[in-house]
Structure formats: C-alpha cells, structure tokens
C-alpha cells in the first residue's frame, strides 16, 4: 500500500495555495479560542502548504504573528487590562533575542549538519524539528492540569535570569 501525501492529491500550486489560506484561517480561528502561540502552526503551513523554505517561513511567521497579536492588542490596551511592567519584562528581552538570533545564530549554522549513511540532517529539516519539538512542549504545558491561580494582593515577582535564558 502506498501513503499519498497533500502534495499528491493537489496537482497544481493553486491547489496548495487554496488549501493554505483554508490553514491560516483555521489556525486563526483556534488560536483565538485557545490562546496558543502562532508561529508553531504558522511555520509549518508556510513551509508544507505555501513551499517556502523554513528559515523564510519563521521570518514571515514572526511577521505574521506579531502584526495579529499588535492588532488583536489595541482593545485590550483601550480598556486597561495589559499590564505593561509584564509586556516589557517579556516583550523587549524577545525583541533583542529574535534580532540575535536571526542576525548571528542563522547563518552560523551549516546548511547540512551532518550525514549518516544515506541520511542527511539539513538546515531546513534541522529547524523543522525544532518546531515539531517545540509543538510538543507546547502542547503538554497547555494540557497538563494549571496550578491554582495567585492571591490578587501578591506583587508579582520576575525571575530575571530565568526570563533572560
């Protein structure tokens, strides 16, 4: 028996393309239920279903992800309920990370790892798992049971190092 793909029942990129947005707005969709990050399912409906390589998917994802998040942010501002200390403490160390990352940490990595055999851990395939790694963290902390909820009348306290790492 032989395992048919996406890519073998659409024959043609229109088709993919189609089925893209289908992704994108049911990504959305579930995304404002659930409240999970964007970029996890973003990346891989860039990569599999729109056909770019993976280190231009993360760069449109971190796009993507941050113009909805500013978007979907205004009323939440409007009304009070972001708590800007928090915004900073997170926003400004994931700011200056991202930068890092994508200006040193990339293209520092070889566009093949290593090979093994007849394997080949490429560059792409190499951050590909990542995210698929990263899916998986993600979802286990979003299943497992919450821990109760802080007093309303304790300060919050950061972690500074921690947050840095």
């Known amino acids: 028996m032989e395992l048919i793909g996406l890519s073998d029942l659409c024959k043609n990129k229109k088709d993919m393309e189609i089925i893209g947005y289908i992704a994108a707005i049911g990504i959305g969709v579930l995304l404002g239920l659930i409240g999970g990050g964007g970029s996890i399912l973003t990346v891989p409906v860039l990569v599999y279903l729109f056909a770019l390589l993976p280190v231009t998917a993360t760069t449109y994802s971190l796009f993507i992800v941050g113009v909805t998040s500013m978007v979907g942010s205004v009323s939440y501002f409007k009304k009070g309920l972001v708590n ?24 520092w990595i070889p566009s093949q790892l290593f090979s093994l055999g007849g394997f ?22 979003m299943l497992k049971p919450k821990k109760e909820n802080l007093a309303a009348e304790e300060v919050q306290q950061f972690n500074y190092p921690l947050l840095l790492m």
């Open 84 to 107: 800007m200390p928090t915004a900073i403490v997170f926003g400004i160390p994931s700011i200056v990370v991202v930068y890092l990352t994508r200006r040193f940490l990339l293209p």
């Open 120 to 141: 080949v851990l490429s560059k792409d395939v190499f951050l590909m798992l990542l995210f698929a790694v990263l899916m998986v963290a993600a979802s286990y902390t």
